[in-house]
């Protein structure tokens, strides 16, 4: 069964950092490209970061480019979403999720097949 379980949130002030780690289970990084994205109350889902599984190309949303960095550890079979410099905007669950394509995922925010249940990030002003 394919499973991914998110961990790492927490509260932090404003400029400081987290890092989220996604674990996976039931397929390999080989199989699917991996994304992360958020859900806040009032506000639209947003694909944030993504990984290819066939190359491990990088893909980020203009809000987080430059703060966040997503990577995997095919040894473990985990996806890692480093978050620096952040923003109360940044404030929401986040989820780390299948997807169909980067390209896709960034536009669209949607996961595919199977998500995990959420961390939450809470970031104070």
């Known amino acids: 069964e394919v499973q991914l379980v998110e961990s790492g949130g927490g509260l932090v002030q404003a400029g400081g950092s987290l890092r989220l780690s996604c674990e996976i289970s039931?397929?390999?990084?080989?199989?699917?490209?991996i994304g992360w994205f958020r859900q806040a109350p009032g506000k639209k889902r947003e694909g944030v970061s993504c990984?290819?599984?066939?190359?491990?190309?990088?893909y980020y949303a203009n809000s987080v480019k430059g703060r966040f960095t997503i990577s995997r550890d095919n040894a473990k079979n985990t996806v890692g979403l480093q978050m620096n410099s952040l923003k109360p905007e940044d404030t929401a669950t986040y989820y780390c999720?299948?997807?169909?394509?980067?390209?896709?995922?960034?536009?669209?925010?949607?996961?595919?097949?199977?998500w995990g249940q959420g961390t939450q990030v809470t970031v104070s002003s």
């Open positions: 990984i290819s599984s066939n190359d491990a190309s990088t």
């Open positions: 039931g397929f390999t990084l080989d199989d699917y490209s």
């Open positions: 999720a299948t997807a169909r394509s980067c390209n896709w995922f960034l536009l669209t925010g949607e996961p595919v097949a199977a």
